[in-house]
């Protein structure tokens, strides 16, 4: 697998020392399985930052500064990795993610939320912020075409798609801003699955999007 698209290097740091919210880092999470170069890159960061740490007098920490619970999925789980590698050999569910949404896409309880198009909302914290969901498109459908309020991260976890930016494949991060507008169309043969984490809603250009969008969250 050659993966091309990785996240831009404030958000791997973001992540990388614990400050980036929840639902982006359960996406940056995600992508750290399955690129060796962002796994090393984020290792080298958290190493700098222990580093700049240890440096610091001590101060007195609220509980308010605990991991979020998508890094303490990641955390808990990173022991287990190596032993427990043949007994995930069917899971292609991303591992920081199987607690909540099962171990195989193909058994994710999906919901049509339009033509060609499912979704599965994932559970944050309580008090999270953000938008946390798989999203699959069926073969050769496009996505409305929208802009975004914040922060959006999508990970293809299978399949492909296009836009204005490029071809995006399985292992692929797109990291956008609230300065990007596109429109995704999911690979004519295979259709697409991702994870996708937003800090805002979608800002749809199209009337029936804008009117679907109170049902679907999205």
Request: net charge negative; charged share 25%.
């Amino acid at each position: 697998m050659t993966i091309k698209f990785h996240p831009d290097s404030a958000t791997l740091m973001s992540f990388a020392s614990g400050s980036l919210g929840e639902a982006l880092s359960a996406v940056v999470a995600a992508h750290v399985e399955m690129c060796p170069r962002c796994a090393a890159e984020a290792r080298r960061m958290e190493r700098i930052g222990a580093a700049m740490f240890e440096q610091l007098a001590p101060t007195p920490m609220s509980s308010a500064a605990e991991p979020t619970a998508a890094l303490q999925t990641m955390t808990k789980e990173r022991p287990a990795r190596a032993a427990n590698r043949d007994e995930d050999t069917d899971a292609d569910m991303p591992r920081t993610l199987r607690k909540i949404a099962g171990p195989e896409l193909d058994r994710v309880p999906w919901r049509r939320i339009g033509i060609g198009v499912w979704h599965y909302p994932l559970p944050l914290s309580p008090g999270a912020k953000g938008d946390l969901r798989l999203l699959k498109v069926a073969p050769g459908q496009a996505m409305p075409e929208h802009g975004h309020g914040g922060a959006e991260l999508t990970l293809l976890l299978r399949g492909s798609y296009r836009d204005e930016i490029g071809t995006f494949q399985t292992g692929d991060l797109a990291d956008l801003d609230d300065d990007v507008e596109h429109r995704p169309v999911a690979d004519l043969q295979d259709g697409c699955i991702c994870l996708i984490a937003s800090e805002e809603k979608a800002k749809f250009r199209g009337l029936m999007a804008r009117l679907f969008q109170p049902l679907t969250g999205f």
